[in-house]
C-alpha cells in the first residue's frame, strides 16, 4: 500500500510508534466508491506529540469497546468525525453499503469542542446512546465547565461517560463534578465514571461505571470489581 501510493508512513525514531495515513488519492478513491464522505479541503496529517498518547489510549478502548462491548449493531462516532460534521445516520449508510444514497450529501467542519467519541448500540434489545470523554491530564475548572456545557448542549440524552487515566484522577473527577453540578439536579444519572486500566480490559458492560452518587449505571450487568492482571498475565491469573 505504501509503495503503490496509497498509505504514508511516518516515524520519528526507530524505536518510535509508526503511523499509517490514507493519502489523497487514496481518499479520492474511495470517495469516489462511496465509500466514505470527504471535506471540502484536504489537510495533511499532523501527529501532536502532546496529544499523542491521549489519542492512542482512547483509540485503545474503542477497539476494546467495538470487540468487547457486549453491544449489538454498535457504530461509533471519533471526535475527528465530529468535527469534520459526519452523522451517525451517514456512518451508518456507509458500513452499509449504501454510500450512493448519500449523493450531495456535504461535510461542513465544526469548530466547538467536540467529545472523544460517541457511539450508539444495543444492550438486551434496548437501544443506548454514550459520549465518552477521556481525561488524561487533569481538567481545571474552566476545561470542566466546557466539558459538561459541551456534553449537556449537544448529548442531552447520552451516558456522558468520563474516563480518568487513573483512580485517583477518577475520583477527583468525580468529586469536581459533584460539586460543579450541585446546583443543577437534572439528568445526573448519566453522568458515568471510570478509569482507563477498567476501560481497556473489560467488556463495556461490566466495567464498573458509577454515577454522581455511586450508584452503577443501569446498562452495568455484573460488574467487575477485582483488580485485573496485565494483558500478558490473563491466562496465568486465571
Known amino acids: 500500500m505504501v509503495s503503490r501510493g496509497l498509505l504514508l508512513k511516518t516515524q520519528r525514531l526507530p524505536n518510535d510508534d509508526t503511523y499509517f495515513y490514507l493519502t489523497r488519492p487514496a481518499l479520492r478513491q474511495l470517495s469516489g466508491l462511496a465509500r466514505i464522505l470527504t471535506s471540502p479541503e ?3 496529517p499532523k501527529i501532536n506529540p502532546i496529544e499523542r498518547e491521549h489519542d492512542k489510549r482512547v483509540l485503545a478502548m474503542r477497539v476494546q469497546i467495538e470487540q468487547e462491548g457486549g453491544l449489538k449493531g454498535l457504530t461509533w462516532l471519533s471526535d475527528y468525525e465530529m468535527r469534520c460534521g459526519l452523522r451517525l445516520d451517514w456512518k451508518r449508510a456507509l458500513a452499509e453499503g449504501r454510500g ?6 456535504k461535510l461542513h467542519r465544526v469548530h466547538h469542542r467536540t467529545p472523544d467519541g460517541y457511539f450508539e448500540g444495543e444492550i438486551e434489545g434496548k437501544g443506548y446512546a454514550f459520549v465518552l470523554e477521556y481525561e488524561h491530564s487533569a481538567y481545571n475548572r474552566d476545561k470542566m465547565a466546557a466539558m459538561v456545557l459541551n456534553l449537556t448542549r449537544d448529548f ?11 483512580k485517583a484522577h477518577a475520583v477527583r473527577m468525580l468529586e469536581g463534578l459533584e460539586t460543579f453540578l450541585k446546583g443543577d439536579p437534572r439528568n445526573r444519572n448519566l453522568w458515568g465514571f471510570s478509569f482507563f486500566e477498567k476501560v481497556d480490559r473489560l467488556p463495556f458492560i461490566r466495567v464498573p461505571w458509577v454515577n454522581l452518587e455511586g450508584d452503577y449505571l443501569a446498562f452495568v450487568k455484573d460488574p467487575i470489581l477485582k483488580a485485573v492482571p496485565p494483558a500478558g498475565n490473563q491466562e496465568g491469573a486465571a
Open 42 to 44: 484536504f489537510r495533511s
Open 156 to 166: 442531552p440524552a447520552a451516558f456522558r461517560l468520563v474516563v480518568s487515566r487513573d
Open 100 to 105: 450512493w444514497a448519500l449523493a450531495g450529501a
